[in-house]
């Protein structure tokens, strides 16, 4: 099998995949086999493109031409491949977790709300099925996003992106589900529309062309203040980015049930939208480029603000989720910093920061899951004490919380490293400060969830229910975690670690992007 | 033999089978009869473009009266391209009015439709083909009447004011291009196109011949429905059947920007249109107020069918900027959305007309929760809209790219146009999904019996629906098309 | 402007005064058959001016006296009105009937409909159905 064949197949199989899921809609049992193993193909054909880019091939195919000269086309190159790596290999999880998440506890009010739209009433398997054909498009969406061959392909897919996930954010059909779509894709839609296709209209009629090139293919063609604006549209024309103030989807998005917002809004949709800033700044403008003209400084700082301004948002967020949310948000703008930074260490740390923060956030959110159909709590308050009832989940959360603060012994460490060295080498000491303050945000606003998990002293709560409170909550009411699921959380959480120990693969793929 | 006939047969064969239809008396038959003409006028169409695309101009004197003495049938690339999509709408739309009529018109009255409608294609297939300018008047009004006929057959009594409006407003706009066309033959002596185009620039400073391009000018943009000469359009739009909805749509205004084209263009030629006559700062203001203001009108509107009727006026907002441009790039945006919006709205008319089969009406809070009832109605409708909006892989996105390009192009404050461009795509999206959030989003609460609409109307939907999706996918061959047609316009009708 | 120019343009002026005569009936009537009549006035002075620009001063009938087969010199140089406006103009004056009976025939079914011609009271049966609505 040539490499370039095993591109289509990267997106010919989760879509393929998708279609067996909706044939065996009413057998759970196959359906969920039929998930496993289309995330596991999925991943092989991945693992199989690593191999070959790893040695210094670049497969490459073209699919179609929509518009004279400019051809949607797949093209794997380090970059996409990192980015293609953490997501099918996540998706392979995310589904051990669905599956444990969707049957663990059918009664509880959470599941059941989840349920009750994939549903429990009379087109239930319909509906399950729907959100499983979705998970699967967006899944095609994404690995068409990762290997993008041009700055066209790369909107389109980031595009369909957008549309497939708007069923998955809407799932529950509520006001308040409506209310967020509109708000999903109104931002999403309007930024890639006004601020990127025009960007990317731009760049075709300055540059002659939208192929991803090393170098770069405005460096020496464009010059002056358009380079700033051009790379200013880029940055918040790419929603998905979360970049202030367009991030307002994100927390949003949380309505979804959690194994969506796990895989696609910790990892797959927002990790999408910050590798096309990667891949902007490295391809279409090239570090060297940006570095000379000095056309991102100010968005550096625009990142720096985003990342101190979301950490301080998380910070008055109560509900777990939206918490993790804003932590998110604030974390993406790791990555486009790295990217504004424009030069080889910042893009290696935010190429890293792709794949350590995917980890690490995946455990959290995991967690959260697990939290909500064990303890039906999704309140930070409410979380006091738990951590004695369960341990592992707990302990995986303390994992996670420290790979996205950036300590040791996990991953996110090395990816904070790099980008703390770009910033020095930038001689950007403010941002030294920046990401130095920001850290220490993220230490006291997640630590703060295990530790009271641990330490904290649990609170009966008679006002609670005075004050009328949703009465699902009978404080001991427990149920012990689907194993699934928890085999879900024991794996990301000791990848966490094995990527402190293990970075290497990672490392070498940014290096074969940036330069030694 | 045949072939060299084609151009001729092109308009007499729906000529002559129009009054055929009503002495069949019979619906279905008249109906099967249609069906065929439109289905060769297609093959026609196609056949003449393909000879257009390989030998170049081809020439039909009628009658053997030689230009230009006599009326000549002259086809290029242009006119070609624009034949192609009037005669692929009518193709897509004939054998779905055969199910869609037999529901909204008077059993006894639809013979009369199918001649009406067969009058309507001959005359916009006229108007497109022709090369002497009277002939284009005559053509124009055989596919007007018949158009005011078609309108006034809808099913709600407001169908026959809507058509009655049109009715004063079309024949005050097609007198003004006989005046027009008269002050040309004075200054003249010749209505034959390519002769005109050789004798004007000789007398191009008369006055005359301004308050002739004038007079043409104001018709012509009545007859496209440009702002603010639009406003018989929307109520025309809502109150006719569903299958006439969706053809005028895709066809009526297509030809009449058109014939815009062709006038200014081929015949005045572009140096007098855009340097002596400032016809593109004339029309900037103008196309972007229409963009603008109709599509901000269309959000507001409950009646689906007329909001959709609204973003078509700000659609024709779109082809006229990119003649605005006065740049090969921006006529190839106006050639392509011609043909684009020519799908995307014959699409969603079509949809909707399966809504009004099922359950009768358009009205916003009729639709909900029909994602359900009706699903291949609904993802039609949800394929067809996201195109109107430009999401890429669609035929809407390809237009939207050449449009902006075209812009970029020109630099400067240009941006500014590209920028609202990309600001109504917006809106587009805002009153396109106002619709798919109500009918995905809510549950069904009507009649338990509403189902899926019949196969009869869905195969033609989903042909156009599916078309929306190839064109945007494959768009080489009918870009090249566009842009030779551009290319042509902007070299002008003698060379 | 000389009087001469005015007098010797009188054909314009006419077909100027009908013009807006039809116009003004179109636009300021409510009853739909005099905006019927309106267009007629307006059309018809289109007419005029097509048939006044073929008439040449002088000019004959377009009809060949002489022998068309021989060599005769008259042929070329005899003046005679241009035929074409007329004829022209009488595809005009069909199109024109045609518009006035579909106009005329839609006043019958929306006297039928509404039971009144006039547009403003047209226009409150409709707000009235419409609120009923």
């Known amino acids: 099998m040539t490499a370039s064949t095993l591109l289509l197949l990267s997106l010919a199989v989760p879509a393929a995949g998708a279609a067996v899921i909706l044939l065996l809609r009413y057998n759970p049992n196959a359906r969920e086999a039929a998930s496993l193993v289309t995330a596991g193909a999925l991943f092989t054909i991945v693992l199989r493109i690593y191999l070959a880019v790893s040695v210094g091939d670049r497969p490459a195919l073209v699919l179609a031409e929509p518009i004279p000269g400019i051809p949607i086309a797949l093209e794997a190159e380090p970059l996409g491949v990192l980015f293609a790596l953490v997501a099918s290999f996540l998706w392979i999880v995310t589904t051990m977790y669905s599956i444990g998440y969707m049957r663990g506890h059918p009664l509880r009010p959470e599941i059941r709300d989840v349920m009750a739209t994939l549903g429990i009433d009379r087109d239930r398997e319909k509906r399950q099925a729907r959100f499983y054909l979705f998970f699967a498009f967006a899944i095609a969406a994404v690995m068409g996003v990762a290997f993008a061959g041009n700055l066209f392909t790369l909107f389109v897919f980031y595009e369909v992106l957008t549309l497939t996930t708007f069923p998955l954010v809407t799932h529950s059909r509520s006001e308040a589900a409506r209310k967020a779509g509109r708000v999903y894709l109104g931002v999403l839609f309007t930024t890639s529309v006004v601020f990127q296709l025009l960007a990317i209209v731009w760049t075709y009629a300055i540059a002659g062309t939208l192929d991803f090139q090393d170098g770069g293919i405005l460096s020496g063609r464009a010059a002056g203040a358009v380079v700033p604006v051009l790379l200013g549209l880029f940055v918040f024309g790419i929603g998905k980015a979360a970049v202030m103030p367009f991030h307002r989807w994100l927390p949003a998005a949380m309505v979804a049930p959690t194994p969506v917002s796990a895989l696609l809004h910790a990892v797959a949709v927002v990790k999408a939208g910050v590798f096309a800033v990667l891949k902007v700044t490295v391809y279409i403008f090239g570090i060297d480029f940006i570095a000379a003209t000095g056309a991102s400084v100010w968005l550096m700082w625009v990142a720096a603000a985003t990342i101190i301004l979301a950490s301080l948002v998380a910070f008055t967020k109560n509900n777990l989720k939206v918490r993790l949310a804003y932590s998110t948000v604030s974390q993406l703008s790791y990555v486009v910093l790295g990217a504004m930074l424009a030069n080889q260490l910042g893009v290696v740390g935010g190429g890293m920061h792709i794949a350590m923060h995917a980890f690490g956030k995946i455990t959290l959110f995991f967690c959260a899951g697990v939290i909500i159909i064990s303890t039906n709590r999704t309140e930070v308050s409410q979380l006091k004490g738990l951590g004695r009832v369960m341990p592992i989940t707990f302990g995986a959360f303390f994992i996670g919380a420290l790979s996205i603060v950036g300590l040791p012994p996990t991953g996110g460490a090395w990816s904070k490293w790099f980008l703390g060295m770009g910033s020095l080498e930038a001689g950007q000491i403010g941002l030294v400060a920046v990401l130095m303050l920001s850290s220490l945000l993220s230490l006291v606003y997640l630590m703060e969830i295990p530790l009271q998990g641990f330490f904290g002293r649990p609170r009966r709560a008679p006002d609670r229910d005075a004050a009328g409170e949703d009465d699902h909550d009978h404080g001991g009411d427990f149920h012990t975690p689907p194993r699934w699921s928890m085999a879900a959380i024991i794996t990301t959480a000791v990848a966490c670690v094995i990527l402190f120990l293990y970075p290497e693969p990672f490392y070498r793929l940014m290096t074969m992007v940036a330069g030694p | ?495 | 402007m000389s009087v001469d120019l005015f007098v010797s343009h009188y054909n314009y002026w006419v077909v100027i005064f009908l013009m807006m005569v039809g116009f003004y009936i179109l636009i300021s009537r409510g009853n739909l058959i005099k905006k019927i009549v309106g267009l007629n006035v307006f059309q018809t002075s289109v007419f005029m001016l097509y048939i006044s620009m073929g008439k040449i001063t002088g000019g004959t009938p377009p009809i060949l006296l002489d022998d068309p087969h021989g060599e005769g010199e008259a042929v070329g140089h005899v003046l005679y009105s241009n035929p074409l406006p007329h004829v022209l103009i009488l595809t005009a004056i069909v199109v024109g009937i045609a518009t006035t009976s579909v106009g005329l025939a839609l006043a019958v079914r929306i006297k039928e409909a509404y039971g009144t011609l006039e547009e403003d009271e047209i226009n409150r049966v409709e707000a009235q159905t419409e609120a009923a609505e």
Not at chain 2, 456 to 470: F, K
């Open chain 2, 1 to 495: 033999m045949i072939a060299e006939h084609l151009p001729i047969l092109q308009v007499v064969l729906p000529l002559l089978a129009a009054p055929v239809c009503i002495f069949l008396r019979n619906p279905r038959a008249a109906g099967a009869l249609a069906v065929l003409t439109s289905w060769s006028a297609l093959g026609i169409a196609l056949s003449l473009l393909r000879e257009v695309m390989s030998t170049g101009v081809v020439s039909y004197a009628i009658g053997d009266w030689a230009p230009p003495i006599g009326i000549e049938y002259r086809v290029d690339i242009v006119n070609a391209w624009v034949l192609v999509i009037v005669a692929t709408i009518g193709a897509v739309v004939t054998p779905y009015a055969i199910t869609s009529v037999e529901s909204e018109v008077d059993r006894k009255r639809i013979p009369l439709f199918y001649a009406a409608y067969l009058l309507c294609l001959t005359g916009l297939l006229g108007i497109t083909i022709t090369g002497d300018v009277f002939n284009v008047f005559v053509f124009l009004e055989i596919s007007s009447l018949s158009a005011y006929a078609l309108i006034a057959m809808g099913q709600r009594r407001r169908a026959l004011t809507a058509a009655f409006r049109y009715l004063i407003m079309g024949s005050v706009g097609a007198t003004f291009i006989v005046i027009g066309i008269g002050l040309l033959y004075v200054m003249t002596g010749t209505l034959n196109m390519a002769d005109l185009a050789a004798l004007l620039p000789e007398v191009w400073d008369s006055r005359t011949v301004k308050v002739a391009y004038g007079f043409l000018g104001v018709g012509m943009c009545l007859k496209l429905a440009l702002f603010p000469l639009h406003l018989w359009l929307p109520n025309a739009y809502a109150f006719a059947p569903s299958a006439v909805t969706a053809f005028m749509a895709s066809t009526a205004t297509k030809v009449a920007v058109y014939m815009l084209l062709r006038l200014f263009l081929s015949i005045f030629g572009r140096h007098f249109s855009f340097e002596v006559m400032g016809l593109d700062l004339i029309l900037l203001p103008l196309a972007l107020v229409a963009i603008v203001s109709m599509s901000l009108v269309a959000i507001f509107q409950v009646d689906v069918k007329r909001l959709l009727a609204y973003s078509s006026v700000a659609q024709i907002g779109y082809m006229i900027l990119g003649l605005s441009f006065a740049s090969v790039t921006g006529l190839t945006a106006t050639l392509l959305h011609l043909f684009n919006h020519a799908l995307m709205k014959g699409a969603l008319f079509m949809a909707l007309g399966c809504v009004v089969y099922r359950i009768g009406s358009v009205h916003i809070d009729a639709m909900v929760g029909l994602g359900k009832r009706m699903p291949y109605t609904m993802a039609a409708f949800v394929v067809g809209g996201l195109s109107l909006v430009g999401v890429p892989l669609t035929v809407g996105f390809v237009s939207k790219w050449y449009l902006i390009l075209g812009a970029l192009e020109k630099g400067g404050l240009w941006m500014g146009v590209a920028a609202i461009v990309l600001v109504t795509s917006v809106m587009a999206l805002v009153y396109v999904w106002r619709v798919v959030e109500v009918a995905y989003l809510r549950d069904f609460a009507g009649d338990e019996r509403v189902r899926e609409a019949p196969w009869s109307l869905l195969v033609p939907t989903w042909a156009l629906v599916l078309a929306n999706l190839y064109f945007g996918i494959d768009a080489v061959r009918i870009s090249a098309v566009a842009r030779g047609a551009a290319e042509a316009l902007m070299i002008g009708i003698g060379s």
